[in-house]
């Protein structure tokens, strides 16, 4: 039902989870995708199993210059693109008393300042074609959060204020900026979390859904086809739950 038939769509983090999916959904629309990632292995794995629509260059999102050249790459490949997904994220387990500045500037090198160089990178083929769609995943940890993941809350709410900050300069150019905050969504990162808790964790987590189940990389990737196509021409600025009613309930 989405159409992304003549898109070209740049996907960060996009050799497995979500991103992965994103870039699987975002081709099956139609779209040919670029699928980012420093993973090259895997990412080299995705592009193959999505087809020819997939082009892919290996690329740390935290670098402005491999940005360049990864985006100039993709761009041969693929044409100018009119759709990019700020997938790529990572989990913080800090301290915030023995966190080092180093490792702030990591987690916010990843989860926030990432977003802003990859639009810089793109936005102007947006621009030129006076339409484009920016689809940022942030997180539900950007309104509620938990112990024990600092500081990935500041960086995540950071991802949301950049999405409204950006969509008001772009706007007026037919440039929409959204971002979607999924839940427990099972992929790696996430086993990743539950193995660093007690084992009844999973389950309660599980319990809190109203839906009853955790989400799949697959349940966030249709929304964000949905925020890449013209089906939400009218949607800017906004922030999309996709966390089974989770961020809902009260306790
Ligand atoms: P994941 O860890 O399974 O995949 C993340 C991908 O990003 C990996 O392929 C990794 O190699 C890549 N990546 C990490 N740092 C990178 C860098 N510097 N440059 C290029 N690529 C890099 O994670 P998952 O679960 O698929 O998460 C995707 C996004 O969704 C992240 O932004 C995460 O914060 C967010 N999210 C995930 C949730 C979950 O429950 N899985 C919940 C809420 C938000």
Redesign the pocket.
């Known amino acids: 039902m989405i159409d992304l038939t003549g898109r070209a769509v740049l996907v960060?983090?996009?050799?497995?989870?979500?991103?992965a999916a994103i870039a699987e959904a975002a081709a099956h629309a139609g779209a040919r995708v670029g699928l980012?990632?420093?993973?090259a292995d895997?990412l080299r794995h995705t592009a193959h199993r999505i087809g020819p629509a997939a082009a892919w260059a290996v690329?740390?999102?935290?670098h402005e210059d491999q940005i360049a050249d990864a985006v100039a790459a993709l761009r041969e490949e693929l044409g100018p693109a009119t759709g990019l997904v700020n997938?790529?994220?990572?989990?913080a387990y800090a301290d915030p008393l023995t966190m080092t500045t180093d490792q702030w500037d990591e987690v916010f090198?990843?989860?926030l300042k990432?977003a802003w160089l990859m639009a810089r990178a793109v936005l102007p083929d947006m621009l030129t074609a006076g339409h484009g769609s920016i689809v940022n995943?942030?997180?539900?940890?950007a309104t509620l959060t938990c112990p024990g993941m600092f500081p990935y809350a500041a960086a995540?709410s950071g991802l949301v204020g950049l999405t409204r900050s950006l969509a008001l300069e772009t706007g007026p150019h037919g440039v929409r900026v959204n971002a979607v905050?999924?839940?427990?969504?099972?992929?790696?990162?996430?086993t990743?979390?539950f193995d660093r808790e007690p084992p009844q964790v999973r389950q309660a987590a599980t319990d809190k859904h109203i839906l009853g189940r955790l989400?799949s990389?697959h349940d966030?990737a249709t929304v964000v086809t949905f925020l890449l196509s013209d089906a939400a021409a009218f949607v800017t600025a906004a922030d999309w739950a996709v966390d089974g009613g989770v961020s809902a309930r009260f306790t």
């Open positions: 960060t983090g996009a050799a497995r989870g979500i991103g980012l990632d420093i993973d895997r690329c740390d999102i935290t997938n790529a994220g990572r989990n090198g990843v989860d990432s995943i942030a997180s539900m940890h995540k905050s999924p839940g427990y969504i099972e992929t790696d990162l996430l990743e979390y989400g990389p966030v």
